[in-house]
T-cell receptor, first 115, second 116 residues
Framework: ETGVTQTPRHLVMGMTNKKSLKCEQHLGHNAMYWYKQSAKKPLELMFVYSLEERVENNSVPSRFSPECPNSSHLFLHLHTLQPEDSALYLC??????????????FGPGTRLTVL | ELKVEQNPLFLSMQEGKNYTIYCNYSTTSDRLYWYRQDPGKSLESLFVLLSNGAVKQEGRLMASLDTKARLSTLHITAAVHDLSATYFCAVDIWKVSGGGADGLTFGKGTHLIIQP
């Protein structure tokens, strides 16, 4: 595997379900991110992790719960979602640290549909 | 609050023509990124622009940055159908806190269709 991978690629869930999205980066990066992309809004930053510590939570509802067990893996735990949470969820990684710039590399995304 | 505006949001053009996409941002920053997204696919990094006057070119695409005007442009030369995609610009502000990691603020994207 190379780059940033995400599983599953597609997910359909009911509002009472609990599910998790998984992201893995194979780039040796120190920072990982969750973004939400929906049809009506620009890409929205959700969470930022640097060296496994959350450094930013962009006012995301508590029904989204991130987890970063190590610098290569990032999860997004979902529970009691609403239909308006249906979107493409993108994971990204970057070198982080005091690197000169913050070029982020994105995974293929998980297309989530909440019924 | 950092805001990023792109225009146009939709562009249909013919092969062989030239055109420019504009990206304005609201806060002083010297780090600007261009991404490409094909339908149903993820974002692919195209350019990273780090200083005033920076210019980068890859094939038929050329990006530039004017930090004083808070403006970046993505110029397409002699467009070909394969360049049809949605193009995003994004900006961030370097900060020491947070371990140097920072989310990008994206524009809404320019949906580009190039017709034969």
């Amino acid at each position: 595997e190379t780059g940033v991978t995400q599983t599953p690629r597609h997910l359909v869930m009911g509002m009472t379900n609990k599910k998790s999205l998984k992201c893995e980066q194979h780039l040796g990066h120190n920072a990982m991110y969750w973004y939400k992309q929906s049809a009506k809004k620009p890409l929205e930053l959700m969470f930022v992790y640097s060296l496994e510590e959350r450094v930013e939570n962009n006012s995301v509802p508590s029904r989204f719960s991130p987890e970063c067990p190590n610098s290569s893996h990032l999860f997004l735990h979902l529970h009691t979602l609403q239909p308006e949470d249906s979107a493409l969820y993108l994971c990204a990684s970057s070198r982080g640290g005091l690197f000169l710039y913050n070029e982020q590399f994105f995974g293929p995304g998980t297309r989530l549909t909440v019924l | 609050e950092l805001k990023v505006e792109q225009n146009p949001l939709f562009l249909s053009m013919q092969e062989g023509k030239n055109y420019t996409i504009y990206c304005n941002y609201s806060t002083t920053s010297d780090r600007l990124y261009w991404y490409r997204q094909d339908p149903g696919k993820s974002l692919e990094s195209l350019f990273v622009l780090l200083s005033n006057g920076a210019v980068k070119q890859e094939g038929r695409l050329m990006a530039s940055l004017d930090t004083k005007a808070r403006l970046s442009t993505l110029h397409i030369t002699a467009a070909v159908h394969d360049l049809s995609a949605t193009y995003f610009c994004a900006v961030d502000i370097w900060k020491v806190s947070g371990g140097g990691a920072d989310g990008l603020t994206f524009g809404k994207g320019t949906h580009l269709i190039i017709q034969p």
